[in-house]
């Protein structure tokens, strides 16, 4: 029997990686007649050592996300995926992406970039991906390659709503 994944999530950072994730799971959403849920995590950690913290700061990345995420929309119902949706989160991006949005959104495939940080941040952090590849409620694509199936990492050219070249 044929694996079929109807539910799928994508971790969106702003990264090419992410970018290569999202452009695989169109072509996976559009081969099983599924659904792709979109998210981009705030990570709220981020603010508590800014002194000068206020609402205003939280707004304003939250309104930068929604524009880079109706971009994804965009791009997936020109690709001819129509049944694509994203959510916003605040809060922890490695228990969010791995348990709590799965759980609540019934995905059966979460895809994500090999890698959206940088050496540093990955050292002193951790990695996402490697969090959630082992901790998963479902199955992991670790995306590390381009829609040729070349290797992708360290490429930086965006794909979202380009032809990539």
Same mark, same amino acid.
């Given at each position: ?12 950072d702003?990264?090419?990686e ?6 695989k ?18 990570? $709220? ?13 939280? /707004?304003? &990345? *939250?309104? =930068? @996300? ?48 090999? $890698? ?8 002193l952090?951790?990695?996402?991906? /490697?969090? &959630? *590849?082992? =901790? @998963? ?6 995306v ?22």
């Amino acid at each position: 029997m044929l694996q079929q994944y109807k539910h799928i999530l994508v971790a969106i950072d702003g990264s090419y990686e992410a970018e290569l994730a999202f452009r695989k799971a169109v072509e996976v959403a559009l081969r099983n007649n599924g659904q792709l849920h979109l998210i981009h995590v705030i990570d $709220t950690r981020a603010f508590q050592n800014i002194s000068s913290f206020d609402s205003a700061m939280v /707004e304003q &990345v *939250t309104e =930068t @996300a929604k524009k880079t995420m109706d971009e994804y929309i965009v791009t997936a119902n020109e690709l001819g995926l129509k049944d694509v949706d994203y959510s916003i989160e605040y809060g922890a991006p490695k228990s969010l992406i791995a348990r709590e949005v799965p759980e609540k959104k019934n995905i059966d495939l979460i895809m994500i970039g090999a $890698t959206g940080l940088n050496a540093v941040e990955r050292l002193l952090i951790g990695s996402v991906t /490697e969090y &959630v *590849t082992r =901790t @998963a409620v479902c199955d992991v694509l670790v995306v590390r390659t381009d829609l040729d199936n070349k290797h992708a990492l360290n490429k930086k050219r965006s794909i979202i709503g380009h032809e990539e070249a």
